[in-house]
């Protein structure tokens, strides 16, 4: 609040968007490029980083024999060991979102957003952008509480983490079928999202009170030391968050 008053007796034009309080410490702003200088020598200002574009995950069009993948790894052997079924540990899957109709991920088979939100399996999460967002158009966030998936990556991140189905019977078993699972949706049907949103997503689940947080995306720049979404990991990660 004290940096936006000072930008606006320096005469620095600027719209907030986010503020961000739980682990790294700032404000998402729109503002003109021309302005960025003005703001960095602002006090109070520590740094100035611009927000970035997050292409989705494209899922790949394959037909792998996935019923031999637990053994490929060493999974099936891990699973063999009393108590590490994944049971008591919660997993957030920040992506596309989730599809928690699925019966491998606790879903009754219903295709209906609504139904089976949360669950059993999928016990939480949000939907922080909607299905027609895209960062690179432009389109607006439409937020709602049911974080659903229509561009599958998450969904196939999500099995490989928990499902928990009949490999016998055409279902998938996932590594630790026992976790409950938070979906944080950052992505609509097609496009973009934005580092915006995602720092959003992590700082819910932190708050939420995720043990493991998996990010299967990620953008030039994004993954530098200082970058904020970076920042945020170093703060999830000391608070014993496994990222």
Known sequence: ETVHQRAAEAEIPMEVQE??????????VEMEDTDVAKLRDLPGVTAVYPVLEVEMPEPQDAAPEDVYGNAMTGVDQVQQVDGLTGEGVTVAVIDSGIDYNHPDLGGSGTDDETKDFPGDRVVGGYDFVGDDYDS?????VAPDEFPDDCGGHGSHVAGI???DGDPAAGGVLGVAPG???????VFGCDGSSSTEVILQAME????????????????????????????????????????
């Not at 976790?179 to 949706?185: A, C, E, G, H, T």
């Open 19 to 28: 503020h961000f309080v739980s682990g790294w410490n700032g404000m998402s």
């Open 136 to 140: 690179e158009a432009g389109t607006p």
């Open 161 to 163: 983490i928990g499902a």
């Open 179 to 185: 976790v409950d699972l938070l979906s944080y949706r």
């Open 204 to 243: 819910q689940a932190m708050d939420d009170g995720a043990d493991v947080v998996n990010m299967s995306l990620g953008a030039s720049f994004a993954t530098w030391q200082d970058y904020p979404t970076a920042q945020m990991s170093d703060v999830m990660t000391d608070r014993g968050v496994t990222m």
